[in-house]
């Protein structure tokens, strides 16, 4: 039987996995202790957790365990890449190159370090969302340091082409730090394979909690140093001080698990999902997808709906589907999408968007409904629109 609202907004969070929960529950109950209180059993029993989920984060993404930072999130672990490479490289230069496409925690970030003295290059994108490389390699300078170029993008799910990004940076001996939130258990991510220096990555977006998050930073060719961000009692090899959220840690741990185990299975379903979704909708007309269709994640749909608005096709669903016109972290704002704007789109067509982001737990039943919803809210809004 069909439960409403039907959420299709998994880009914005995930429901958590009960076997994640399953996992975290003794964390909080029984094996409450402090992972770095070294001197009795119940630290050791929160210590030997931590070490396990390092091992699982580590596993998902191909480092090894030591190089996995433990956060509060993707956005803390952001401004740590961001801002920690800025100041430990300050010697060697002090410009960073991004995309105008990146999420906000970038683009803060970046504008931080602008107000400290740092320069910044923003790349933009071509009308599918990609990057041109050629244009990257000529924005490096003798003083770049950074590349920060986001692997999966949050609104459209345009995958950039990461090797051959890090085999740009590798040539001209430049790091690379990747955003890497919307990737990491979705599709095959490997540090190693893929050049990548640093990497931030989440636990909610792939059915573990919220509140906690990871860092990768490499520890040979070449060795990545940082300057903390926090400081404190020198957790988290001194890159990261403070009291480690152990049952958060061990149910990232049991997600990345899960996700190593089930992606291909979750990949071949939720694309099949997506695809029924995105054909049935653009039989509508003037209707069109946002971003490069070939490299984009696979449970990701982003659809302009020419005389429409988003707002108004969100309240059309009497909050029985629940998708986002961007990301979550500014659906508070009416300005229309960076990202889109980015691609090319007026503010008429930004606003006339819809994200839909599925999940493990997305069922066929709610797919034949949301497109009978959209379609007859799409319908219902031309039909009364005076922009038509």
């Not at 076997?19 to 030997?48: D, I």
Request: hydrophobic share 40%; with cysteine.
């Amino acid at each position: 039987m069909l439960k409403l609202p039907v959420y299709l907004d998994n880009n914005a969070t995930t429901p958590m996995d009960p076997r994640v929960l399953e996992e975290m529950t003794p964390y909080f109950l029984e094996h409450f202790g402090n992972a770095a209180s070294h001197s009795h059993s119940f630290g050791w029993a929160a210590e030997e957790a931590v070490d396990y989920a390092r091992e699982q984060v580590a596993q998902l993404v191909g480092a090894e365990p030591k190089e996995i930072i433990f956060t509060s999130g993707s956005t803390e672990s952001d401004n740590l890449a961001l801002k920690g490479v800025f100041e430990m490289y300050a010697t060697k230069g002090n410009h960073i190159i991004t995309v105008t496409t990146e999420h906000k925690a970038i683009l803060d970030s970046c504008n931080h370090i602008e107000k400290l003295g740092g320069k910044v290059t923003y790349l933009d994108v071509k009308k599918n969302g990609l990057i041109d490389l050629k244009e990257l390699e000529n924005a490096i300078s003798p003083s770049t340091i950074l590349f920060s170029i986001m692997h999966a993008n949050n609104e459209t799910g345009v995958i950039q082409p990461i090797k051959k990004i890090s085999a740009i940076a590798k040539k001209h001996g430049i790091l690379f730090f990747t955003d890497a939130t919307q990737a990491v258990g979705k599709i095959p991510v490997n540090v190693g394979n893929d050049g990548i220096d640093l990497m931030s990555f989440s636990a909610h977006k792939i059915y573990g909690p919220k509140g906690v998050g990871a860092l990768y930073v490499r520890r040979k060719n070449p060795r990545v140093k940082l300057t903390a961000q926090i400081d404190g009692g020198g957790h988290e090899r001194n890159m990261r001080s403070g009291t480690l959220n152990v049952p958060g840690i061990v149910g990232f741990g049991k997600a990345c698990e899960l996700c190593l185990i089930e992606m291909k299975k979750d990949i071949d379903r939720i694309k099949h999902l997506r695809d029924k979704l995105e054909a049935e909708l653009l039989k509508l007309d003037e209707t069109s997808v946002n971003g490069d269709t070939h490299h984009r994640l696979p449970n990701v749909t982003n659809i302009s709906f020419k005389y429409t608005d988003s707002q108004g096709l969100m309240l059309g669903f009497n909050k029985n589907i629940a998708v986002s016109s961007g990301s979550a972290c500014t659906s508070a704002t009416t300005e229309p999408s960076h990202v889109l704007q980015a691609l090319g789109l007026d503010d008429n067509m930004a606003h006339a968007s819809l994200r839909f982001s599925l999940g493990r737990f997305t069922t066929e039943e709610e797919i034949d409904y949301a497109i009978d919803q959209v379609r007859a809210s799409v319908l219902k809004m031309r039909k009364t629109s005076v922009i038509s």
